[in-house]
């Protein structure tokens, strides 16, 4: 996600360019209200307790004998998502017939599972059946946007299971990770799924906070099928394509989310990196935009491959958003129709530079994850960073004017490695976590040695691979890579 907010650049209306952040803060106060656990009026947050398998409650029912299910063949490591979904776009509504095929990933036995349904957060999520090994199965209760299922037997583990669900989303009309606006569909965040599991914690799952990104994911298999209403509709999604009568397939394993979008009049640019072909879907009136975005991500993908390590999927796609602010997922991400709009024909925008950053969360993000809502510096500091790097590599005679841009131009305060929670205002989290994260690392590398640092972000990006690192894991390897004491930096930069 970019550093929007914090960016006087826009010409929206006074407070149009805080509703994202508007958004998070009713859910964070509704998960709040919930919990009966608000903090004082004008106090941060305060950082959730993360649940783990042994802390679920048992629902109260018992399942019976006749519903427990049949044995399963067991999946090949990672989830496997199914989704086949029928678009009504007119009426901006989703009917999803989903399949999730899982081992339990614990060490232990279980009785229950939980799944993370950020759609409920913004009342978009009707449950029409959940089905058990092929049962129906009502033995389920919501809270908070989790969905915990008491399971017909104890789930040993590394056993497998099969869950089937039918529901429908109707979209928010504000526009948002999740909706349907004039233009198009958004779809982030849109179906269950389970949480990542993190031996000594448990379940990564938290609440919504004031600020930022509270979802985390673990890899998996997908396997979308998009089924419009009206023939006309673009569909824009990752993945490799297989077209049928009435839609598309889309297949993309080993991603942590699949995010689409689908709009009736698009048009759409491709180019080349590395082999891996990079496809921009953009409004037709942004063409030379869209070109610029599409050569950006293009570069900025062979550049990364070149400093971070092989990149984590077979092709890139980025999509122009209705709604104000970036978004990243697998091999796909949203960029705001405004960076398009205020295009200058140069490198010295926010849609160069924002394209830039989304494209380095393939990496910080897809390829290596964190705990969002805990350590969110672990994937928007690096990426900041990267478009630094993105600049001295590519534009070396704009980098003066990056620093000036991005960074040097606000007072800049806050600790690198505050939480989402931690801040009660999105401006103040985006100038610790963001930029003055950038300006961390850029020390760190004044210390270390520009050699150094690149090596252990390449070492990070593959020992970490398809895990959740933690910011310890980070300066683990950074200490195997140099001799320099970085206490003074951390001291400066980070909570004591």
């Not at 803060?25 to 783990?52: K, M």
């Not at 599972?113 to 449950?127: C, N, T």
């Not at 394993?253 to 995010?259: D, L």
């Not at 689409?260 to 037709?284: C, H, M, Q, T």
């Amino acid at each position: 996600m970019p550093t929007t907010e914090v960016q006087s650049r826009r010409e929206y209306p006074p407070g149009a360019l805080s509703l994202r952040c508007l958004m998070q803060r009713a859910l964070a106060a509704f998960a709040l209200l919930l919990a009966a656990c608000a903090a004082p009026a004008g106090a941060p947050a305060p950082a959730p307790a993360i649940p783990t398998a042994a802390r679920l409650e048992p629902l109260s029912a018992t399942p019976t004998p006749e519903a427990s299910p049949t044995p399963w063949d067991a999946p090949e490591g990672r989830p496997r998502y199914l989704l086949d979904v029928d678009i009504h776009y007119s009426a901006a509504r989703l009917d999803v017939r989903q399949t999730l095929i899982l081992t339990n990933p614990t060490g232990m036995g279980l009785r229950q599972l939980p799944l993370v349904v950020a759609a409920r957060w913004v009342d978009a999520f009707e449950l029409g059946e959940l089905r058990v090994g092929g049962q129906p199965w009502t033995q389920y209760a919501f809270s908070q946007g989790v969905m915990t299922i008491a399971l017909p037997e104890v789930l040993a583990p590394d056993a497998a299971l099969h869950l089937e669900l039918d529901y429908a989303l109707r979209l928010p009309e504000n526009p948002g990770v999740l909706s349907a606006t004039r233009r198009q569909i958004h779809a982030a965040n849109w179906y269950p799924y389970l949480p990542p599991y993190l031996p000594g914690r448990g379940w990564l799952i938290h609440p919504p906070g004031l600020v930022g990104e509270h979802l985390s994911f673990a890899p998996a298999d997908f396997e979308v099928t998009l089924r419009p209403d009206d023939p006309g509709l673009v569909l824009m999604a990752p993945g490799a394509r297989q077209d049928l009568d009435a839609g598309a397939r889309f297949t993309l394993p080993g991603a942590r989310a699949f995010a689409w979008s689908a709009g009736p009049a698009f048009l759409w640019l491709d180019a080349e990196s590395a082999g891996i072909p990079v496809r921009a879907y953009i409004y037709p009136e942004h063409a030379q935009a869209g070109q610029a975005a599409l050569e950006t991500a293009a570069g900025a993908l062979a550049l990364y491959q070149e400093l971070f390590g092989p990149y984590p999927h077979a092709s890139l796609t980025l999509v122009e958003a209705s709604f104000p602010d970036g978004l990243e997922s697998d091999a796909f991400f949203f960029l705001d129709q405004a960076y398009f709009a205020e295009y200058d024909g140069t490198v010295r925008n926010y849609l160069t530079a924002i394209a830039a950053h989304e494209t380095a969360h393939q990496w910080w993000y897809s390829r290596v994850g964190n705990d969002q809502a805990l350590e969110p510096w672990l994937d928007e500091a690096l990426c900041t960073f990267s478009e630094l790097l993105f600049y001295e590599r590519l534009h070396p005679s704009q980098v003066e004017w990056w620093w000036q841009f991005r960074v040097d131009r606000f007072n800049l305060e806050g600790y690198v490695d505050s939480a989402i929670y931690d801040l009660p205002e999105f401006v103040p989290y985006v100038k610790a976590v963001y930029l003055r994260g950038a300006r961390f690392l850029n020390d760190v590398r004044k210390l270390t040695g520009e050699r150094a640092l690149l090596a252990a972000l390449r070492d990070y990006a593959a020992r970490h691979a398809g895990g959740i690192a933690s910011a310890e894991d980070f300066f683990a390897i950074l200490d195997e890579h140099s001799p320099a004491d970085l206490a003074n930096l951390r001291a400066y930069y980070f909570k004591p």
